[in-house]
């Protein structure tokens, strides 16, 4: 009973305790902000109060325990006071360091926010200056950056006008090349050249087209350039003095050739027209004349003897005429000759390359012109691009030589064959090989021997059947393809007449050209006029040359013409009409009406289509 009331007593007091206490644990462990004392005070209490129950526990006699229990319930009374009081301090430390504390943290707090404020600024600023900075650096990397451009540009822009000006260069030097070998074939010497200039000169062109096609693949710099014009330079004042000294020598040689053409040409007229005085003379002698025999006997011996005459002529000029084109071929020997010099592949890829001349237009000029341009850029050694492969000679003579030879037949027989669109086509081709020689002259010597040997007739040369000879080779000889009609192998050898007629027109029309077209037109008229007409052919013939050159031949002769033109409507007309059989009404007609025209109007036109190619 008595340790059951000195509890209730002692949870009374425990009671009487402030109840912010209660919440307290005498084990539990004091905050950090307790003081050391208040922890020794609360570990003194819980010691009495341990004592206290201890001693409960061993039932020491009731008075002791009460004095004890006094003792120990005053000591604890004591050491609660006393723990109130540090807890009450410890409370009021506690809110003091919370304040402090709080305090601290907002000046702390704020300290930060002003900071960051600051930094803020402080980055802002940063930001704004180097963003300043940093445009005004780019500013100045941009000017540089333009500047390098402008630069690039314009070195790129010089290195392309050198580029451009070498390329003129070299296809200047190039046609350079070709007049000296064509003054060189036509001196038929080529003593005057040096083997080891021509080994200058082709190292020259060799060393410029690599350095072309390196800059092309922009593998060469401007000074290579540069040091290229400047040696290619030399080599054209080189090249030109060489063609002066060759021009005069060679103008020398063609003053003597047209020394022995005038002579030619005046034996031909003269003889033409003893010819002509022979025929009014036996068409003048009537039958009752013929009754006096030594009358008779006098004028057919006169009679004899010029016919005499004129077979004799007409066998001198067919003799000289193969004896010209014998020197012709001759003279084409280098070209004819490599064609077994090129492979089977570089000769279809060339072949390839050469096609663009198959597709003329008759419509559009513009797009000649520019096919002219792949042509003369393939024969300048240059890459011509067509679809995505390149073709090239690359300046290899045997090539440039078998090009420059199949262009030329090419060329032929598409302006004579009868495929290639009537006069217009013949008018565009003659255009097409007139711009050619004028570029490579040597062209032009491939362009006659193709020509004459397809149609002998402008030669002249009266092809005869020769002993041996099979009936094959005499048909190919006069220029027949295999089954042809007479219709339209007068129609094909009308048409070669037409283009060598508007090619020497052109060349005539040029000013620096080297060609004397009117004498060569003037040389073939009189000897035709001279030889015994062909059924078909030499109607056609005479109608289409001239229809092309008949109005230059007027302008250059004038009067000679005039009498040329009155023997062949007067005496070599009616002889074609007594010739013609068989295929060749059509070819006799339109020169008929060619010679009426002729005498209403007493001019020839110009041919109507020679103008739509220019």
């Known amino acids: 009973m008595s340790c059951r009331s ?3 007593e002692r949870s009374q007091e425990e009671s009487r305790i402030s109840p912010s206490l209660q919440w307290i644990d005498p084990k539990e462990e004091l905050d950090d902000e307790a003081t050391c004392e208040a922890l020794v005070t609360s570990r003194k209490a819980l010691y009495a109060r341990q004592l206290i129950e201890k001693m409960e526990e061993m039932k020491l006699e009731e008075e002791i325990q009460q004095k004890v229990k006094r003792k120990c319930k005053d000591k604890y009374s004591e050491y609660m006071k006393q723990l109130e009081n540090i807890y009450k301090n410890a409370e009021i430390q506690r809110k003091e360091y919370l304040d402090q504390r709080d305090r601290s943290l907002e000046l702390e707090e704020t300290q930060l926010r002003r900071r960051e404020e600051d930094d803020a600024k402080i980055i802002k600023k940063q930001e704004e200056e180097y963003s300043q900075y940093i445009a005004q650096e780019s500013r100045k990397l941009l000017a540089i950056v333009e500047e390098a451009q402008r630069k690039e540009a314009e070195q790129a822009s010089q290195r392309r006008a050198l580029l451009n000006q070498l390329q003129n260069s070299k296809g200047s030097f190039v ?9 060189l074939n036509d001196l038929q010497d080529r003593q005057f050249l040096e083997p080891s200039t021509e080994s200058f000169l082709n190292d020259t062109l060799t060393h410029v087209s690599e350095v072309i096609d390196g800059a092309e693949q922009e593998c060469v710099g401007q000074p290579e350039l540069q040091l290229a014009q400047q040696t290619l330079q030399d080599a054209i004042v080189y090249v030109d003095n060489l063609n002066a000294n060759l021009k005069a020598k060679v103008e020398e040689k063609k003053n003597l050739q047209l020394e022995e053409q005038r002579k030619a040409a005046k034996e031909a007229e003269e003889a033409a027209a003893a010819q002509a005085r022979a025929q009014a003379e036996a068409e003048a002698v009537k039958p009752e004349q013929q009754a006096a025999n030594i009358t008779q006997q006098g004028t057919s011996g ?6 005499q005459d004129a077979s004799v002529m007409c066998i001198t000029l067919i003799r000289n005429g193969k004896k010209r084109f014998a020197e012709m071929q001759k003279k084409v ?12 592949k570089k000769r279809m890829d060339l072949n390839r390359a050469m096609g663009v001349i198959n597709q003329l237009s008759l419509i559009n000029h513009s797009v000649n012109r520019e096919k ?7 024969l300048s050694g240059r890459q011509l691009q067509i679809g995505t492969k390149m073709y090239s000679t690359e300046n290899n003579p045997v090539l440039m030589a078998y090009v420059k030879n199949h262009i030329a037949s090419m060329i032929v027989k598409l302006g004579h064959d009868k495929q290639a669109g009537g006069g217009v086509g013949v008018a565009a081709y003659a255009w097409l090989m007139t711009e050619l020689i004028q570029i490579h002259p040597d062209m032009w010597d491939l362009f006659l021997f193709h020509m004459f040997e397809t149609c002998p007739y402008l030669i002249p040369i009266y092809p005869l059947a020769e002993e041996g000879q099979s009936e094959e080779e005499f048909e190919k000889a006069r220029g027949l393809y295999k089954k042809e009609k007479q219709d339209a192998f007068c129609g094909r050898m009308g048409n070669a007449a037409l283009m060598y007629g508007l090619v020497l027109y052109r060349l005539k029309n040029k000013p620096e050209s080297a060609f004397h077209a009117p004498v060569l037109g003037w040389e073939l008229l009189v000897k035709m006029c001279s030889l015994p007409p062909i059924s078909g052919v030499t109607a056609a013939v005479l109608h289409s040359f001239l229809s092309a050159f008949g109005v230059c031949l007027q302008q250059v002769y004038d009067k000679q013409f ?5 023997y062949i409507t007067t005496v070599y007309l009616p002889k074609i009409e007594a010739s013609t059989g068989m295929g060749g ?3 006799l007609d339109q020169l008929k009406k060619m010679i009426d025209t002729l005498k209403r109007t007493r001019n020839f036109n110009k041919y109507e289509h020679v103008d739509k190619f220019k």
């Open 6 to 8: 000195d509890k209730d």
């Open 175 to 183: 046609t350079k090349i070709s007049q000296m070998n064509q003054q």
């Open 302 to 307: 006169q009679t004899d003897g010029r016919k």
């Open 333 to 344: 020997e280098p070209y004819l000759n490599v064609q077994g010099q090129v492979d089977n």
């Open 372 to 378: 002219i341009q792949n042509i003369i850029r393939l």
């Open 562 to 566: 005039t009498k040329l033109m009155v």
């Open 585 to 587: 009404a059509q070819s």
